[in-house]
């Protein structure tokens, strides 16, 4: 079993920026590879990027290419979302998840957090 606790949500203007942070409990987390969703009201959950268990491949979802960052740090057990620029259309439940296969697929993750909101204001 993997928890997952997200933080770093927050109330942010467009253009502004912030970093999420997810640390997870486990030691073996170097062995899982990461990757965040955002789930907004009214809409099905979403992939937005996601890294291998090494941080050498990292996939990104077209919507935040070139605005958002994934990285890792495994001796601290944590992966972090830096968000540059953003929209009021990234405005969603931001959740980060724990899998063995990296990708976009949700059903490829097998642990999931709770999520942290992250509102962007026009």
């Known amino acids: 079993q993997v928890q997952l606790v997200e933080s770093g949500g927050g109330l942010v203007q467009a253009g502004g920026s912030l970093r999420l942070s997810c640390v997870a409990s486990?030691?073996?987390?170097?062995?899982?590879?990461m990757g965040w969703f955002r789930q907004a009201p009214g809409k099905e959950r979403e992939f937005v990027a996601g890294?291998?268990?090494?941080?050498?491949?990292?996939y990104y979802a077209d919507s935040v290419k070139g605005r958002f960052t994934i990285s890792r740090d495994n001796a601290k057990n944590t992966v972090y979302l830096q968000m540059n620029s953003l929209k009021p259309e990234d405005t969603a439940v931001y959740y980060c998840?724990?899998?063995?296969?990296?990708?976009?697929?949700?059903?490829?993750?097998?642990?999931w957090g709770q999520g942290t909101q992250v509102t962007v204001s026009s």
């Open positions: 998840a724990a899998g063995t296969i990296v990708g976009s697929t949700a059903a490829n993750y097998k642990y």
């Open positions: 486990r030691r073996t987390f170097s062995t899982w590879n």
């Open positions: 890294i291998s268990w090494s941080g050498d491949t990292t």
